[in-house]
């Protein structure tokens, strides 16, 4: 399973902050310092079942901490953190084999209290208690009047009424849902001894033999549900991720006593994770003669060598593992040929060896179905390193989910800002909180942010041009192609060279660049598709950051408000599909005799005209349509020596008030950035 979404309450900074969602594999917390960026990860590390709460931790501020102190609260009232998890394909087979119900549930919502304890919750999960609830009580009946019919049937003329009062004193009260298993287990036994003992002969001694053997097995199977009932949120929990904080890894030994490594191999954790990662067995190397110790660590050491080479980028190292002796020998050699003890390297190399091998292993092995939660990793490598760094953490994060609370930019990808949390502590008994809307976040705490954007800002030489943020690179590849044939001919006064087209990765991310160009003091304008989250994008622009509603353009000023379109529905649908026909011709391999498509084979297909390719070319066994391929041969005819835009008139005239409307946009007076709330 993996977490969804997390709600801290009463821990540390944490009052009782709203829940905030994560990343599925990595996401990065950021914040100035004491703003809860430690706190979220030690709450989250708390989770596990072994994690013991101590009084100190509770948030001093806190109504529930004061209830706690007064005798007002339990500690198993008083709940800690809440987790969101997410069932993934790989739980459905554990999950079922707890019950059947479970198979359909989709996530769980788990809160653990002070006391420890653990609650599953969750509408879908009690659904499932509920359907199983109801296959107990059906089957119980079922029983339960099996019995009082032959019961029935023995007082009819009998004697026995004795006899049969003891068994009606014990089915009576039986209610499976609401007894112990192991009481209602015990009274199951009662009655079918009682039952066993009555005198009946005749038609009545057949049915009693029928009746035992039907009563043995059918509450044998309401038993086996009512266990299930009891112990399945323990079972879900057992299916849990497992959560692991690191603030700091050992660091790898420079050499090591074979036999002491052999008897204490946890005394040498970085050191046996090492040799796990390179497959190398320290018991079969202890009773191993010299030359096998020898073709064994040399072995080893080409195999690490290229592992570590493949994420470590600052310079070529080659790792050996030798054996003098009884010592296992560690040395790292260098392209200038010096060759030193891990000890004698940077304190940036022997961080990053010690904790790739760590966590190499531990992705391996035991940290399978586990969150990981980084403080400040990488706090003494170089900006290389750190971007190293983060190319690991995106490795496992294929395997592991990953939180990261950091202060550096270069753990930043600007290409994934969706993942950014950002950690702010409020006076007042407020306390620490997290949000996903960094845009929204205090000046200081945007600092690693703008740092990272920056850098990709500064390195296309943005700061001395006019910005026009768009959703995709599709659009780039037409927008300046276009810009280019209607200078060429005469039709506008856009000059290309002033204006930088930023592709920001979808209209969802636009505020967020926004934001940072306006705190740069960077001139812009936004361009979205006239759909649905380009719609809600510009009302987010407009309502939330005070944009000008003359900066936050959407296509609709060119194809009307009534349909949607995006920037290739600007363009004729003939010159269209010439640059479709011209990039798959290029790209199909001869033997599978591209067909040239007609607009007869496109139009039938329903939505806008991108949608119409990519179901043509699904349905057609051509794969994905590739929209930017299109649209870099698009922008390569427009550009071209002798293209003519009067062959083109609809997009002529449509890009030409584009334009228009973007030059007007940037110089419309520009707003301040919005204020944090």
């Known amino acids: 399973m993996r977490i969804a979404r997390v709600q801290v309450h009463n821990y540390n900074s944490f009052n009782d902050c709203v829940p905030v969602e994560l990343n599925e594999k990595l996401s990065l917390i950021l914040g100035k310092n004491e703003s ?49 998890f997410v069932v ?35 509408d879908a999960y009690q659904k499932a208690r509920d359907s199983l609830d109801r296959e107990i009580t059906a089957k119980w009946e079922t029983t339960r009047r099996e019995v009082a019919g032959f019961l029935s049937a023995c007082k009819e003329g009998s004697v026995l009424h004795e006899k049969l009062a003891p068994i009606e004193s014990q089915l009576t009260p039986l209610d499976p849902l609401k007894m112990k298993p192991e009481l209602f287990a015990t009274s199951l036994a009662i009655v079918q001894a009682a039952l066993q003992a009555l005198p009946v002969e005749g038609d009545l001694a057949t049915k009693k033999t029928l009746l035992e053997a039907s009563f043995k097995e059918s509450s044998g199977e309401v038993a086996e549900l009512v266990g299930k009932r009891m112990i399945r949120p323990s079972k879900v929990i057992e299916a849990l991720p497992r959560f692991i904080y690191f603030s ?18 946890d005394k040498y954790k970085t050191l046996t994770n090492l040799l796990k990662l390179v497959n190398l067995d320290v018991t079969t190397l202890a009773s191993a003669d010299v030359y096998e110790r020898r073709r064994m660590t040399r072995n080893a050491s080409v195999f690490v060598t290229g592992l570590v080479n493949e994420s470590w980028r600052q310079e070529k190292v080659q790792v050996n593992l030798a054996v003098d002796g009884d010592n296992l020998i560690i040395s790292v050699e260098d392209d200038t040929g010096a060759i030193d003890p891990p000890s004698r390297r940077s304190q940036g190399f022997q961080y990053f060896l010690s904790f790739y091998v760590n966590l190499m292993v531990g992705s391996r092995g035991e940290l399978q179905n586990t969150v990981l939660l980084l403080d400040d990793p990488g706090v003494y490598l ?26 550096s930019p270069f753990l930043v990808d600007p290409q994934r800002l969706e993942r950014i949390l950002i950690a702010e502590k409020r006076p007042d008994g407020v306390g620490s909180s997290l949000t996903k809307d960094f845009h929204k976040s205090v000046f200081d705490a945007l600092q690693a942010v703008r740092a990272a954007v920056g850098m990709t800002l500064g390195s296309s030489l943005f700061f001395n041009k006019t910005n026009f943020l768009i959703e995709g690179p599709s659009d780039r590849w037409i927008l300046e ?118 607009l007869e084979l496109i139009n039938p297909y329903p939505g806008l005209r991108v949608r119409k390719y990519e179901r043509y070319s699904r349905e057609n066994d051509f794969g ?44 419309t007076p520009r707003a301040l950035p919005a204020k944090a709330p």
């Open 624 to 667: 994905s349509f590739d929209k930017e391929a299109v649209a870099r041969e698009i922008h390569n005819m427009v550009t071209a020596e002798g293209f003519k835009l009067q062959d083109c008139p609809g997009a002529r005239d449509r890009f030409t008030q584009l334009l228009k409307l973007l030059k007007l946009a940037v110089d």
């Open 382 to 407: 170089h900006a290389d390193g750190q971007k190293d760094l983060l190319a690991t953490l995106e490795k496992l994060a294929s395997t592991n989910q990953i939180l990261v609370a950091t202060h």
């Open 36 to 84: 809860g960026k430690t706190s979220f990860l030690r709450a989250l590390g708390s989770f596990d079942a072994n994690y013991k709460y101590a009084p100190e931790e509770l948030c001093t501020y806190s109504k529930s901490r004061r209830d706690l102190d007064a005798k007002r609260l339990t500690p198993d009232n008083l709940e800690v953190i809440s987790i969101t």
């Open 481 to 598: 192609g276009f810009a280019t044939a209607c200078s060429r001919a005469n039709t506008t006064d856009f000059r290309l060279a002033d204006a930088a087209f930023v592709a920001v990765g979808g209209a969802e991310k636009m505020s967020y660049f926004v934001q940072l160009l306006s705190i740069e003091g960077l001139s812009f304008a936004c361009l979205l598709d006239h759909d649905t989250e380009g719609r809600k994008a510009r009302s987010k622009l407009v309502e939330e950051f005070a944009v000008p509603a003359q900066r936050a353009i959407t296509l609709a000023e060119l194809c009307g408000a009534g349909a949607d379109c995006e920037i290739e529905d600007l363009i004729d649908e003939e010159f269209y599909l010439a640059a479709v026909n011209r990039t798959y011709a290029a790209v199909v391999p001869a033997e599978r005799q591209f067909p040239e498509i007609t």
């Open 88 to 122: 993934e394909p790989r739980d459905v087979s554990s999950l079922k084999a707890i019950h059947e119900s479970l198979s359909g549930v989709k996530e769980f919502e788990i809160t653990k209290h002070f006391s420890g304890r653990r609650v599953v919750s969750g």
């Open 248 to 265: 700091s890894v050992d660091q790898l030994e420079d050499k090591v006593l074979i036999s002491a490594l052999n008897k204490e191999p």
